[in-house]
């Protein structure tokens, strides 16, 4: 007999799944062999034991019963399926409907941040104390603008902003009351945390994971895919096996990255991480700082999570005129993702212009705080007038990266 939890975990899978535009609502799409749902239940139920309430899209019931049924294992008698309603707001309140008497903690969790761990999941069960709600958050690290049609009008101050995830979670009595409140009046909020929010409540954030992004789109799928390919056990079976030594390495891994860009872009040089006022501009997508690119290249290599293109190019417009410290930041975001930590870097570029020795420790500390903290090595040297550098018609670069498992 287990016993009956006081907390309950309502696993809101009931999205149509429009950006993803897979064919079938969002979380019954399949990662790898396993669907979102299954993957999000996966670590809900990896996570202490709680009342697990699946919200499913009306005629889906059936097959969110399965995945429960092969998530929960000898805990099948924690968790029920429920039919969702036409919002987010009206499922999550079919999950509140379905909550035991003993349940006094509510956490409310997406389906689709299907990679959430399961110490984020306890974290904010056990970060639940008196009328506090939480908020699981990571920090914010890209640049970010405030903007007027196609005019941007001043940067923001992300220090003061946080990116929500869930679980969110509520003493239950009040998230009740809140609920109900909002329904009654109509308004639609983004999510929980909001929702508790506006009902006079104070919202507490604890610190998230970056495995816990939201797919929405089929970049996020991939993503997802990535990562879990990354982490797959060897198979048992002996020829299999030996074909997947290079994921099954638990020792320390090598990247190698190179990245060429010619002189011709708009404005100054940027390069290593620095300005160079009064120099000539790299052309690129971004702004074409070819250092930062090939320890892009280096870092995911070693990882084995694909190149830059995959990652930043052109067919991701958001990264359109990014400097180092954004790229550097999300390839972190990336390699701890898949279990990753970034041992050292080394890059050596090949050009006649800037001269770089005398910031070169400048451009070593912006790098390694990119990499929260990473050593990194940047050497450069000219080619005695050969080749394309040593013309002045661009720079060329190549980088080696050390990575090992966390």
Same mark, same amino acid.
């Given at each position: 007999?287990?016993?009956?939890?006081?907390? %309950?975990?309502i696993?809101?899978?009931?999205?149509?799944?429009?950006?993803?535009?897979?064919?079938?609502?969002?979380?019954?799409?399949g990662?790898?062999? *396993?669907?979102?749902?299954?993957? +999000?239940?996966?670590? @809900?139920?990896?996570?202490?034991?709680?009342? @697990?309430?699946?919200?499913?899209?009306a005629g889906?019931?059936g097959?969110?019963?399965?995945? $429960?049924?092969?998530?929960?294992?000898?805990?099948?008698?924690?968790?029920?399926?429920?039919?969702?309603?036409?919002t987010?707001?009206?499922?999550?309140?079919?999950?509140l409907?379905?909550?035991?008497?003993?349940?006094?903690?509510?956490?409310? *969790?997406?389906a689709a941040?299907?990679l959430?761990?399961?110490?984020?999941?306890?974290?904010?069960?056990?970060?639940?104390?008196?009328?506090?709600?939480? $908020?699981?958050?990571l920090p914010?690290?890209?640049?970010?603008?405030?903007?007027?049609?196609?005019?941007?009008?001043?940067?923001?101050?992300?220090?003061?902003?946080?990116?929500?995830?869930?679980?969110?979670?509520?003493?239950r009595?009040?998230?009740?009351?809140?609920?109900?409140? %909002?329904?009654?009046?109509?308004?639609?909020?983004?999510?929980?945390?909001a929702?508790?929010?506006?009902?006079?409540h104070?919202v507490?954030?604890?610190?998230? +994971?970056a495995?816990?992004?939201k797919?929405?789109?089929?970049? &996020?799928?991939?993503?997802?895919?990535?990562?879990? %390919?990354?982490? +797959?056990?060897?198979? %048992?079976?002996?020829?299999?096996?030996?074909?997947?030594?290079?994921?099954?390495?638990?020792?320390?891994?090598?990247?190698?990255?190179t990245?060429v860009?010619?002189?011709?872009?708009?404005? &100054?040089?940027?390069?290593?991480g620095?300005?160079?006022?009064?120099?000539?501009?790299?052309?690129?997508?971004?702004d074409?700082d070819?250092?930062?690119?090939a320890?892009?290249?280096?870092?995911?290599?070693?990882?084995?999570l694909?190149?830059?293109?995959?990652h930043?190019?052109?067919?991701?417009?958001?990264?359109?005129?990014a400097?180092?410290?954004?790229?550097?930041?999300?390839?972190?975001?990336?390699l701890?993702?898949?279990?990753?930590a970034?041992?050292?870097?080394s890059?050596?570029?090949q050009?006649?212009?800037?001269?770089?020795?005398?910031r070169r420790?400048?451009?070593?500390?912006?790098?390694?705080?990119?990499l929260?903290?990473?050593?990194?090595?940047?050497t450069?040297?000219t080619?005695?007038?050969?080749?394309?550098?040593?013309?002045?018609?661009?720079?060329?670069?190549?980088? @080696?990266?050390?990575?090992?498992p966390?």
């Amino acid at each position: 007999m287990l016993p009956v939890p006081d907390t %309950a975990i309502i696993v809101v899978a009931a999205g149509s799944g429009t950006r993803l535009d897979a064919g079938a609502p969002k979380a019954f799409v399949g990662i790898d062999s *396993h669907s979102i749902l299954r993957h +999000a239940l996966d670590g @809900v139920f990896a996570a202490a034991p709680a009342q @697990v309430i699946v919200v499913a899209p009306a005629g889906f019931e059936g097959d969110a019963e399965t995945e $429960l049924r092969a998530a929960a294992g000898d805990r099948i008698d924690l968790g029920s399926v429920v039919t969702g309603g036409d919002t987010r707001q009206r499922s999550v309140a079919a999950g509140l409907d379905a909550l035991w008497g003993d349940v006094t903690r509510v956490l409310v *969790h997406d389906a689709a941040r299907a990679l959430t761990p399961p110490e984020v999941i306890d974290a904010v069960a056990a970060a639940i104390d008196g009328e506090i709600g939480i $908020l699981p958050t990571l920090p914010v690290v890209d640049t970010l603008k405030r903007v007027d049609g196609d005019a941007v009008v001043a940067p923001i101050d992300r220090s003061k902003l946080a990116a929500a995830q869930t679980p969110q979670g509520f003493p239950r009595a009040l998230l009740e009351a809140a609920y109900e409140a %909002a329904l009654s009046s109509g308004v639609e909020y983004t999510d929980d945390a909001a929702l508790y929010a506006a009902a006079g409540h104070d919202v507490r954030q604890i610190p998230g +994971a970056a495995r816990g992004f939201k797919i929405t789109t089929a970049a &996020d799928l991939e993503r997802a895919r990535h990562l879990l %390919a990354a982490i +797959a056990p060897a198979p %048992a079976d002996a020829a299999d096996a030996a074909a997947a030594a290079p994921v099954a390495w638990s020792g320390p891994r090598v990247g190698l990255g190179t990245d060429v860009h010619a002189f011709g872009g708009d404005g &100054d040089l940027w390069l290593a991480g620095l300005e160079w006022p009064g120099e000539p501009a790299l052309s690129g997508h971004s702004d074409g700082d070819a250092v930062a690119h090939a320890i892009v290249d280096a870092l995911l290599g070693a990882a084995g999570l694909g190149d830059i293109g995959e990652h930043f190019g052109t067919a991701h417009p958001e990264y359109a005129g990014a400097h180092a410290e954004v790229f550097l930041a999300r390839t972190r975001e990336l390699l701890e993702e898949a279990g990753f930590a970034i041992g050292n870097v080394s890059a050596q570029f090949q050009g006649n212009r800037p001269r770089f020795s005398a910031r070169r420790a400048e451009a070593e500390r912006v790098l390694s705080a990119a990499l929260g903290g990473a050593p990194v090595s940047i050497t450069a040297t000219t080619t005695d007038g050969l080749g394309f550098p040593g013309r002045g018609e661009g720079i060329a670069v190549t980088a @080696v990266a050390m990575v090992h498992p966390r």
